[in-house]
């Protein structure tokens, strides 16, 4: 049985970056260890990096619910504090 590699905070970047469609990048912004059996009672730490692609992507793509969806889980995050008005 192949042992499943968690996806770190980096790793989460570069793939957004490499996803083409917006719907499928949300989707592994929202959930990026889908298939974990195990998971971490500790929440997943997003990077600056991740939050600026989805909101890019998202935004280019006019998915503004699921834009509204993102900076509201930024406001919560206690870690990042953005320089922009939210």
Known sequence: MEKLNKISPFRLSSLL???KDPKLAFQL?????PNDP??????FRYSRLSYDLIISKLGRAKMFDELEQIIQKLR????????EII
């Not at 919560?76 to 320089?83: E, G, V």
């Open 29 to 33: 912004f929202l959930n990026p260890n």
């Open 17 to 19: 970056r490499l996803q």
């Open 76 to 83: 919560q995050d206690t870690r990042i504090i953005p320089k």
């Open 38 to 43: 195990n998971p971490s009672p500790k929440p």
